[in-house]
């Protein structure tokens, strides 16, 4: 179950993404799985930091984080 928890949170993690970054983002369907990629790459960012964020809030916090990075990279390789 919390796989798909996970899952779910990054797919919110990767709307709010896309919301924040103005129309940069990579549409709905991509922003979508950026979120998922972005809860791995948050969690492994702030882990590295020493950075914790307990709970379900916690857990979008750190998605977002990562979308929002791996958003911006691709739109500057875009460019």
Request: include cysteine.
């Amino acid at each position: 179950m919390d796989i798909v928890l996970s899952c779910v949170m990054g797919c919110l993690a990767g709307f709010c993404a896309g919301k924040l970054m103005k129309g940069s983002g990579l549409g709905l369907v991509m922003n979508l799985i950026v979120g998922i990629l972005g809860g791995a790459l948050g969690g492994w960012l702030f882990g590295l930091l020493g950075i914790s964020w307990g709970g379900l809030l916690g857990q979008l916090g750190t998605a977002v984080v990562g979308a929002v990075i791996i958003l911006y990279l691709a739109n500057r390789l875009k460019k």
